[in-house]
């Protein structure tokens, strides 16, 4: 089992930044691929990034240029760093750690990023 936490959300105005931080506890050595994805209200739950154990990374079109992922191994934590923020990006952001090898699919509890004009 792996579980997630999410941490680092709240209130920024239009052209702001923030970072979240994901902290994985359990069996992290099995992680194989986390990533971030974002529900906004009477949406559907999106993938914003993705990033694999080597380090390859795959973004969303609607971020690419503005948000970065990353991944400290040894702190079994993952980033987002996310500048030039817009309303759109208003959402509960989501954590998710994959593990290949039973097929494991981990969620955060999320957190909520408003973004105001």
Do not use: H
């Not at 974002?38 to 971020?63: C, F, H, M, W």
Request: net charge positive; proline share 2%; charged share 15%.
């Amino acid at each position: 089992q792996v579980q997630l936490v999410e941490s680092g959300g709240g209130l920024v105005q239009a052209g702001g930044s923030l970072r979240l931080s994901c902290t994985a506890s359990g069996s992290t050595t099995a992680i194989a691929v986390m990533g971030w994805y974002r529900q906004a209200p009477g949406k559907e739950r999106e993938l914003v990034a993705v990033i694999g154990n080597g380090g390859s990374t795959n973004y969303a079109d609607s971020v690419k240029g503005r948000f970065a992922i990353s991944r400290d191994n040894a702190k079994n934590t993952m980033y987002l760093q996310m500048n030039s923020l817009t309303p759109e990006d208003t959402a509960v952001y989501y954590c998710n750690a994959r593990v290949v090898l039973w097929n494991g699919n981990y969620w955060g509890q999320g957190t909520q990023v408003t973004v105001s004009s």
